[in-house]
């Protein structure tokens, strides 16, 4: 696999972890999501890994994002 692949599939993959968790209703609608810290700690990525995935999940409309808040 190439290095683009592969971070493609891994930017995919740090994605649907929370995505998932989501859905299963660990996050409850309308309930603030952790700080990027406490995500990045939980999920075992970077505070910019963290941005980049919660913009997707907003992209996904998974997630709305408030000035420096996260919903779901």
């Known amino acids: 696999m190439n290095k683009v692949a592969q971070s493609t599939y891994q930017i995919q993959r740090d994605v649907d972890r929370p995505a998932g968790q989501i859905v299963r209703g660990v996050y409850k609608p309308g309930?603030?999501?952790p700080s990027e810290t406490d995500l990045a700690k939980v999920f075992m990525l970077s505070k910019n890994s963290v941005r980049l995935?919660?913009?997707?999940?907003?992209?996904?409309?998974?997630?709305?994002?408030?000035?420096?808040w996260a919903i779901w």
């Open 53 to 68: 995935v919660l913009d997707k999940l907003v992209k996904r409309e998974l997630s709305k994002k408030y000035r420096a």
């Open 31 to 33: 309930e603030y999501l």
